[in-house]
């Protein structure tokens, strides 16, 4: 056996000053590679079962309640221990674990999306043009309509009728259920098309989505497919034209959550943006025991600027947590001015297909675990919070503590774009926020990947956090 080789002062001084780290599974202990395993098998569910935010709500809720969370009452009193939520018409959802350390003392949160990039259909969506039935359709959230064509999607939403009764529709999740599609040029004529940039080879307006074929039979009047469209629709769900436009339907992709790679090592899927770390930040909430109270914000709305009465923006949070403080008798403010936040989000995976867009130095590799923003934005850090120096060391020493792997990210080149999240709306409110989440190939693409180790990370990062303890 060879002896050790000594060491060179070199060797010695590179340790000690450089940092250079490795690649996530040289660093993943045996107890955490079973872990990992379980946890990704649970989240490709959680995905599969939640292709919008209803649907992710409904998931959600359902995991908590079999963990013990039961719905807050305002009003009522709060013990440490006590797990509660809250639903924000039926798009977002508030969670927490009461700790024993008070209210005034702050809380330990993390906020997470579960809307996702998607085609909604208009309110007067269907329409027949030479003998075929489509649904006008108005993309959701930044996406590259180029990849929305020639893919199999789901019709996932709700119709809510003149009286307020409610129909759910999830056609295309079930077995055997039919699935829809969007047309694109065939390449024999797709001559001028190809000349165009990509953002206008296909325009908005063309993303219509084949709905049917088939004319109402024995009738000589017009608009025979769209009518038997109609009688379809009117069999399996007992709505008319005109309810359409007190629905909310959207065409997503109909991919299902599966490993990718000869090793397992990914998992493709729609929708990872961002229910990757809102289902960790969930994990995380249903498996930690705080001392300060936890808090976890499942939001709408991130994809379009977090607007609207389910969005971050949204006084529907300040509610709860004002709530959960008059059961302390604590001032809202004061709770929020000694709070801790991970805005629990995605971010770009390094891509060696596409080298020219990133700074490899300060970008996200795969496999290299949770990823920490302190910074998002775009050209000049325009619109982002900018986590302070104080804070970041902070949670650099609550992951390292907890072995967590992570890495530090940025999204791109700062001169090639830019994107924002939660982030900036929670520092605004006085709560100490810091962007944190897992890396994303493909981000907004029908299908993203992401890598397994990542996902465990994140989800083992949100717990650290969750039971951090105050520092005095
Ligand atoms: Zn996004």
């Not at 024995?218 to 109609?230: F, N, P, T, W, Y």
């Not at 929020?336 to 300060?362: G, I, Q, W």
């Amino acid at each position: 056996m060879e002896e050790a080789k000594k060491k060179s002062a070199g060797d010695l001084r590179r340790e000690a000053l450089r940092y250079d780290q490795k690649n996530g599974y040289d660093r993943l202990s045996a107890g955490d590679e079973a872990a990992m395993r379980t946890y990704c098998e649970a989240y490709k569910k959680f995905l599969d079962d939640s292709k919008t935010e209803r649907e992710a709500v409904v998931s959600a809720v359902a995991l908590a309640e079999a963990r013990g969370f039961r719905p807050f009452t305002r009003g009522k009193a709060l013990n440490a221990g006590d797990k509660v939520y809250r639903v924000n018409r039926g798009k977002a959802l508030m969670l927490a674990v009461i700790g024993a350390e008070p209210l005034s003392a702050g809380v330990n949160l993390c906020a997470a999306h579960i809307d996702s990039p998607r085609l909604d259909l208009k309110q007067k969506p269907l329409y027949e043009d030479t003998e075929l039935a489509f649904f006008k359709t108005h993309y959701y959230g930044g996406l590259r309509k180029y990849q929305w064509v020639t893919i199999p999607l789901e019709l996932h939403g709700i119709i809510v009728l003149k009286d307020g009764s409610q129909i759910t529709v999830a056609l295309g999740a079930g077995a055997g259920d039919p699935l829809f599609t969007i047309d694109d040029l065939l390449p024999h004529l797709g001559t001028e098309q190809s000349k165009k940039p990509l953002s206008e080879a296909i325009p908005g307006e063309s993303l219509n989505v084949l709905v049917g074929s088939r004319p109402f039979k024995d009738d000589e009047g017009s608009e025979r497919v769209k009518l038997a469209i109609l009688d379809l629709l009117n069999e399996k769900y007992g709505i008319v034209e005109e309810d359409f436009i007190s629905a909310e339907l959207c065409a997503v992709p109909a991919f299902r959550a599966c490993d990718i790679g000869f090793d397992r090592s990914l998992i493709g899927s729609y929708g990872h943006d961002d229910r990757v770390c809102a289902y960790a930040s969930l994990a995380a909430l249903l498996d930690c025991s705080p001392a300060r109270t936890a808090v976890c914000i499942l939001a709408d709305k991130e994809e379009i600027g977090s607007e609207g009465v389910s969005g971050m923006k949204s006084a529907a949070f300040d509610t709860f947590m004002s709530d959960l403080c008059e059961t302390q008798h604590t001032p809202l403010k004061v709770c929020y001015e000694h709070s801790l936040c991970m805005s629990a989000d995605v971010t770009a995976a390094y891509d060696p297909n596409f080298p020219d867009v990133f700074e490899k130095r300060n970008s996200a590799l795969v496999n290299y675990g949770l990823g920490l923003c302190k910074y998002t934005g775009a050209r000049g850090k325009s619109g982002a919070s900018d986590a302070s120096a104080e804070l970041v060391a902070k949670i650099r020493r609550i992951l390292d503590d907890a072995d967590v792997v992570w890495q530090m990210a940025e999204l791109g080149k700062v001169d090639a774009g830019g994107g924002g999240t939660v982030a900036v709306y929670m520092a605004e409110r006085d709560i100490d926020t810091l962007d944190a989440g897992v890396p994303v190939l493909s981000m907004h693409a029908p299908f993203e990947t992401v890598s397994k180790l990542d996902c465990y990370m994140t989800y083992k990062g949100m717990k650290a956090v969750y039971e951090a303890k105050e520092e005095k």
